[in-house]
């Protein structure tokens, strides 16, 4: 028998099984995030896409992460234009003898100046080998072992993955299993890729290493990165795996020898 009475449903039932609208479904707006620069220039917040779809939030973010390295950069040149304007003042005064205001000017400017002098002071420590460089170098050298350990770390894994697939494509080759070795080798080379992009990670050290080299000789130290083998090869790769914990052993006894 079919039953053509309606069944009531209740309101808060109708509301929770309604089709959202599709503003509440719509992915935000994101405007132009920035920041204009004393020098000029500007910063552009750059959309990570890996992490997401950007927010206000994470490009906000982003202009801070960028923001950080210009502040460093310049904090030395500001305290070299503080220094500008009474040093201008007390060379009045000295080219200007006879003129009272120029003379009253250097007098003004000489505490300005030995202050700012002052404040300039470790901005020097960049040419003269002291504590500033030391410690730039120290934690240098701890950064790159911790990048070192983590290219280590994850080709330890890969290794241990390689070696398995090994193990296994031998015992399908010697059961004729090709669907099964038709598997394992394409696992096999992900694994190689794999291998590939761990080491490919090194390329921020290499890359900064010229840049380094006069802060590294000014603390009395002198290395180099070791050739990586095939990320194919098992072999070669464990060879790998040693030559860089050989490296992370010897920066660290590098730390313990910087003064």
């Known amino acids: 028998m079919l039953h053509t009475d309606t069944i009531p449903v209740p309101e808060d039932l109708k509301r929770l099984m309604a089709l959202p609208a599709c503003a509440d479904l719509s992915f935000p707006q994101v405007g132009d995030m920035g920041l204009s620069l004393p020098n000029g220039g500007r910063i ?13 939030c994470s490009l906000a973010t982003n202009v801070l992460v960028q923001l950080q390295p210009f502040l460093v950069s310049i904090e030395c040149v500001l305290k070299i234009l503080g220094l500008l304007q009474p040093l201008i003042d007390i060379i009045g005064g000295l080219t200007s003898p006879t003129d009272p205001s120029a003379v009253e000017k250097m007098a003004k400017a000489a505490p300005k100046f030995a202050n700012a002098a002052a404040d300039l002071l470790p901005c020097f420590g960049m040419l003269v080998p002291g504590a500033g460089i030391f410690n ?64 490919a990670s090194l390329g921020p050290v290499v890359n900064i290493m010229p840049m380094v080299t006069t802060f590294l000789e000014m603390a009395g130290i002198s290395f180099e990165l070791p050739e990586l083998g095939d990320p194919e090869d098992a072999e070669a790769l464990e060879k790998t795996v040693k030559k860089l914990e050989d490296t992370v052993t010897v920066l660290e006894q590098l730390i313990e020898a910087v003064p």
């Not at 552009?44 to 206000?56: F, K, V």
């Not at 241990?160 to 090709?178: D, F, H």
């Open 44 to 56: 552009e917040a750059i959309a990570d896409l890996t992490n997401g779809i950007p927010s206000d």
């Open 136 to 199: 730039f170098v120290r934690d240098l050298l701890r950064l790159i072992i911790a990048v070192l350990k983590c290219v280590i770390g994850s080709l330890k894994t890969v290794l241990g993955v390689m070696k398995g697939i090994s193990l296994r494509l031998e015992a399908a080759e010697a059961a004729g299993n090709t669907q099964l070795m038709a598997v394992l080798e394409c696992a096999q080379e992900n694994a190689a890729n794999s291998a590939a992009h761990a080491q």
